[in-house]
């Protein structure tokens, strides 16, 4: 613990160093003669020990620096390095791969789905077209139409 003492004349001066030393020489008697620390001291190591709660994830990979090796720390760069070109060419090629495929199916696809829905309609009315004239056969066997006179023989 630290403690400010303003120091004004002389006298004063002589008074203080006087009182440093004999706090020192205290402070080493009881460090000579203490085997055994008391509760708080224990308490005070524990709490240096203890990880800082206020620390970031950054300033513990920051401090990771001291501990890994520099050429293992460069071989993690170089490795981190090339992943990320190929994860950043993968995706660029996937993004461009994603573009031609949905662009030609729309200027390929939509006009192919067109043409069949047409041709299934044109097949759907033809097939109406011939049951009606089924039906008319049934009703009428053998009759003409209208329009047509009736063949003599």
């Known amino acids: 613990m630290v403690t400010l003492t303003a120091i004004n004349d002389e006298n004063d001066q002589k008074l203080f160093d006087e009182q440093v030393a004999a706090a020192a020489a205290a402070e080493a008697a009881e460090q000579e003669y203490s085997d055994v620390g008391s509760d708080d001291e224990d308490a005070e190591e524990d709490e240096d020990d203890e990880f800082d709660i206020d ?35 993968g995706f660029s090629f996937g993004g461009k791969a994603i573009y031609i495929i949905t662009s030609s199916s729309l200027l390929l696809g939509v006009p192919l789905a067109l043409s069949i829905m047409s041709e299934q309609q044109l097949n759907e009315t033809e097939a109406e077209m011939k049951l009606a004239q089924g039906s008319n056969d049934i009703v009428a066997p053998g009759a003409t139409t209208a329009v047509a006179p009736a063949a003599t023989a």
């Open 55 to 89: 620390e970031t994830i950054y300033e513990r990979v920051v401090a990771l620096k001291d501990i890994v090796p520099p050429q293992h720390r460069v071989f993690a760069s170089k490795a981190a390095s090339t992943i990320y070109d190929w994860a950043s060419a």
